[in-house]
């Protein structure tokens, strides 16, 4: 069986980032993941600073795309990311993957629950002193080419 999400849902039409006690939080859902301009956009126009990801994501595609998909973003937008994911069966056709996760500005996985599957927080302390070390030492965002720079080639 075929999961369709969007035969119950539309996709949004604003984006959305908010000033908050830990930093500028950039908002987005779990199939956003696959969509890694919406989160160049939250940290380049919007100076996302931490990106939000709440997530029902399938068990099929969550083993083999949620911890590596979360990891890019936080490298490519040098943001925390954190990843609120639901877990277990919702019904017969219904399972999600589970695995609520903190990732840092360097990719690196600094919380998350003991299982999967299981119901708890994870918590991580947010530095956004952190980020400002991580975006120092490599300054993407002043190496940024914007797709009307690039020189077309035909081969």
Not at 3 to 31: H, M, N
Not at 70 to 76: H, N, Q, S
């Amino acid at each position: 069986m075929v999961y369709k999400e969007s035969s119950f849902t539309t996709q949004g039409d604003t984006v959305v980032a908010e000033d908050s006690p830990i930093g500028r939080l950039g908002l987005t859902v779990c199939y956003d993941l696959r969509f890694p301009e919406l989160y160049q956009m939250l940290r380049f126009h919007y100076q996302a600073q931490v990106l939000l990801v709440p997530s029902a994501f399938t068990k099929v595609t969550g083993e083999a795309h949620w911890e590596i998909l979360l990891r890019a973003r936080a490298i490519e937008t040098q943001c925390y990311v954190i990843a609120a994911a639901q877990a277990g069966k919702h019904n017969e056709k219904r399972e999600s993957y589970g695995d609520s996760i903190i990732i840092d500005p360097w990719g690196t996985v600094i919380a998350r629950l003991p299982d999967r599957l299981c119901t708890g927080f994870a918590v991580a302390e947010i530095d956004l002193s952190k980020i400002d070390t991580v975006r120092t030492k490599m300054p993407i965002s002043t190496h940024r080419v914007l797709d009307s720079c690039w020189k077309s080639l035909s081969l």
